[in-house]
């Protein structure tokens, strides 16, 4: 579901009472980023926020989930026609029309509102854009930055936004978008389904809709016994005849090694897994899988040979 079509909202009820209560008192900043793990309804929470200011009769509702408000304006990557696909950055272009658009008289009245998806894969011409509308913004010009990754943007951006941190959802929230969403779903899946997700209901449903939960199977496996030769190969070939399974793998591996490490320091060990490594090697295989996987995805690289190597990188003794 497109997140601005969204008619619910689960969780973040603290986040939005004080955004009701900011709107009230006349005191909103102009520029807002809004981070959190994935999945967790970054952006439907900022959508719902855009109906609370622009309107909520159906009218304006309407116009808003078709995104044909006149005060509102989403910014993300586009579709790159060449190669049919969308473009891996969010260029400068983009960032001008936000320009022009905050220059124009609110339509309806009050604000005009930028919303900008993914907003740390801004190129860097596309960011110094930006910088220069959140260090003069018009008046009645407001912005909202959705990432999951805070820390890719440049620091003069993040110094000019209030930030606000949404956190995962409770296992009740969980069960009741899922009753929603999922209404014909057996409750032993939804449990699993939760449990796996770790509080994001977007991972929830990719990996049910996928039928990726027998993925989880494999990331386990690898913490019991390493993988070897033509098994390597018959996991990969697996995982990728899964929709989406390679993304949907390394998510599972990523957050099981974090939930491990987590796990060690707590209990005070120094070493888990088998084979049995130290907790700075596990972090420096976290960090090289999200590396490699990222390098797939940028360069439109050979998926399989990633997930080879990936497999490798943890199988290894």
């Given at each position: ?42 952006a439907t929470f900022v959508y ?106 440049l620091p003069t951006i993040l ?134 996987h990222k390098e797939a995805e ?20």
């Open positions: 579901m497109i997140s601005r079509q969204n008619d619910h909202l689960w969780g973040h009820k603290k986040e939005y009472a004080y955004f009701q209560q900011a709107i009230a008192q006349n005191k909103l900043h102009h520029a807002w980023l809004i981070n959190g793990e994935e999945g967790i309804g970054k719902h926020l855009v109906r609370l200011i622009l309107g909520q009769t159906p009218a304006a509702i309407s116009r808003i989930k078709a995104g044909s408000h006149a005060d509102l304006l989403v910014v993300g990557r586009r579709l790159d026609e060449k190669k049919n696909r969308l473009r891996s950055e969010i260029l400068m272009d983009d960032i001008k029309a936000v320009g022009e658009f905050l220059r124009l008289t609110p339509a309806e009245g009050g604000w005009r509102i930028v919303v900008i998806e993914d907003a740390d894969l801004m190129n860097r011409n596309a960011a110094n854009s930006l910088l220069k509308l959140l260090e003069e913004p018009p008046k009645g010009a407001l912005l909202f930055l959705i990432t999951t990754h805070p820390n890719r943007l110094s000019r936004c209030r930030k606000m941190t949404l956190h995962g959802l409770s296992v009740e929230e969980m069960k009741q978008g899922l009753s929603v969403l999922k209404p014909q779903l057996s409750q032993s899946d939804q449990n699993k389904a939760i449990q796996l997700a770790d509080g994001s209901l977007g991972k929830a449903l990719q990996l049910l809709e996928s039928g990726h939960l027998n993925i989880k199977d494999i990331v386990e496996m690898l913490f019991s016994h390493p993988l070897k030769g033509k098994e390597i190969y018959k996991q990969a070939d697996l995982i990728l005849q899964k929709e989406n399974g390679f993304t949907i793998f390394l998510d599972l591996l990523t957050d099981a090694i974090s939930a491990r490490i987590r796990q060690a320091l707590q209990e005070r060990k120094n070493e888990f897994g088998y084979p049995m490594r130290s907790i700075p090697q596990w972090i420096e295989i976290w960090q090289t899988l999200l590396k490699w940028s360069f439109n690289l050979d998926k399989k040979q990633t997930l080879i190597s990936e497999l490798n990188l943890v199988s290894e003794l």
